[in-house]
């Protein structure tokens, strides 16, 4: 009788046990597919882990928002209407330009005498033996007697260099000279009547001295003396007794 009961004792335990370690197994793979799906958790975390490190995102800074501008009305444009924020510009009264004086007298400018008035005489070229006119400066007052005693000087050195000469005879002086309607009365020395150019030479002079005189518009011949004497000839027979004109 008791080996019956030993058998079911055993037979229980045996089914205890089966079942207990069922139920382990059990366990144990429940425990296995946890520990599958941490495993899986964990790999997912890793492939997150082995990039690179994700940045902290900075928090946004707020956005300001603007505030609503006021609208503004602008006037209402008249014609010839000054902006209304610009001052009304008065017109300014022109003060008197001072004159500048002068730091330190100025030297008063050099008188400047009149010219004088501008005179021919006529003298002879050399080469063509014709009359030539040339200028001077003449006396206002007495412009008659300059311009007979500046053909008595002579050529200036420029007329030489351009042979230039006078064929009056060296030595001659003008006594006088006066006007008498339209004929000038011209009184020599002596020296005036001898022409050692011979014939040709006293009818030159005598060109010389007509020409130059008569230059003024009032004077239309020349009335020779000598030494204050009306005389027929001049040396080489060339008469001088009546007034000659050009």
Same mark, same amino acid.
């Given at each position: ?50 990039? &690179? =490190?994700? $940045?902290?995102?900075? *928090? +946004? /800074? %707020?956005?300001?928002?603007? @505030? !609503?501008?006021?609208?503004?009305? #602008? ?13 009304? &510009? =008065?017109? $300014?009264?022109?003060? *008197? +330009? /001072? %004159?500048?004086?002068?730091? @330190? !007298?100025?030297?008063?400018?050099? #008188? ?135």
């Amino acid at each position: 009788m008791l080996l019956p009961k030993i058998k079911n004792l055993r037979l229980n335990q045996k089914t205890t046990e089966t079942e207990q370690q069922q139920e382990q197994g059990t366990e144990s793979r429940e425990s296995g597919v946890g520990s599958r799906e941490s495993g899986t958790g964990n790999k997912e975390q890793g492939t997150v882990t082995e990039g &690179k =490190k994700p $940045q902290a995102e900075k *928090p +946004a /800074t %707020p956005q300001q928002t603007p @505030s !609503p501008k006021t609208p503004v009305k #602008e006037p209402e444009k008249t014609p010839n209407a000054k902006p209304p924020d610009q001052p009304e &510009k =008065k017109p $300014q009264t022109e003060k *008197p +330009a /001072t %004159p500048a004086q002068p730091s @330190s !007298p100025q030297p008063s400018p050099p #008188e400047v005498k009149p010219a004088e008035p501008r005179g021919s005489i006529y003298l002879i070229q050399e080469s063509s033996k014709m009359l030539v006119k040339v200028n001077r400066n003449l006396n206002a007052n007495t412009p008659l007697t300059d311009s007979i005693n500046a053909l008595l000087a002579g050529p200036t050195p420029d007329e030489i260099m351009r042979r230039i000469e006078s064929y009056v005879p060296e030595g001659s002086r003008l006594l006088s000279a006066r006007v008498e309607g339209t004929t000038a009365v011209l009184d020599f020395n002596q020296e005036f009547r001898y022409n050692q150019h011979g014939r040709e030479g006293c009818e030159a002079q005598i060109k010389q001295i007509v020409w130059t005189a008569t230059e003024f518009s009032n004077i239309q011949n020349v009335q020779f003396l000598i030494e204050g004497q009306k005389v027929d000839f001049l040396s080489e027979g060339v008469v001088i007794r009546n007034p000659i004109g050009r």
